[in-house]
């Protein structure tokens, strides 16, 4: 157990529609990250945000759109959702200069 | 256009045999270099790290060697397990641990 946690676990909705994906980092990391893995696409980089504020960002769509919030938690919107967009989607923590901490995913399934 | 499931490169090793999984990275500019591990199902799992100024950093079973030379990095494993099979990906970054790059990894497979 990383000790990052993720919810939902699973989800499936329909193209079109709009969801939310959610992260706790481990306790003390200040740095949360985003991540999309597809079949075709392995391990993508998305969005770094630090104590709040948007640190780096990577292959992230314009559909999608991310914040991390005083208590640390971090949100991934996902909207306008397309097939091409079935993924897992991972959520990592790590202090400010350190190894990333992986939670478990959250298995998005559009149909 | 149609949609492929990710080629990866597959590693088969006997159980008690060491393993060697490469990877070569692309930006000279990377001073910070991780190895993962994703059993199926799972995150990845952090597994040792090393910067650039070094050339070789040991953990528990595992190894992590550098060569900035010529762009390599290689991750030896110790006696292998059936529990160390899983993909492994070599990752990178530059300018103080910010946005990493995944390589498109490796699956290992240990043979009883």
């Known amino acids: 157990d990383s000790g990052v946690t993720q919810t939902p676990k699973h989800l499936i909705t329909a193209t079109g529609q709009r969801v939310t994906l959610r992260c706790s980092p481990r306790s003390g990391d200040l740095s949360v990250y985003w991540y999309q893995q597809s079949l075709d696409q392995g391990l993508q980089f998305l969005i770094q945000?630090?104590?709040?504020?948007?640190?780096a960002k990577g292959n992230i769509l314009e559909r999608f759109s991310a914040q991390q919030f005083p208590d640390l938690h971090s949100e991934l919107n996902l909207s306008s959702l397309e097939l091409g967009d079935s993924a897992l989607y991972f959520c990592?923590?790590?202090?400010?200069?350190?190894?990333?901490?992986f939670g478990p995913g959250t298995r998005l399934t559009v149909l | 256009g149609e949609s492929v499931g990710l080629h990866l490169p597959t590693l088969s090793v006997q159980e008690g045999d060491n393993s060697i999984i490469n990877c070569a990275y692309s930006?000279?500019?990377?001073?910070?270099f991780i190895w993962y591990k994703q059993e199926s199902g799972k995150g990845p799992q952090f597994i040792i790290d090393i910067r650039s100024n070094m050339d070789k950093r040991q953990g528990q079973r595992v190894t992590v060697l550098l060569n900035k030379t010529v762009k390599h990095l290689s991750l030896q494993i110790a006696a292998t397990q059936p529990g160390d099979s899983a993909v492994y990906f070599c990752a990178e970054s530059a300018g103080g641990y910010q946005k990493v790059t995944f390589g498109t990894g490796t699956k290992l497979q240990v043979i009883p």
């Open positions: 945000y630090y104590n709040g504020e948007e640190r």
């Open positions: 990592a923590s790590s202090p400010d200069r350190g190894s990333q901490f």
């Open positions: 930006n000279s500019a990377s001073d910070y």
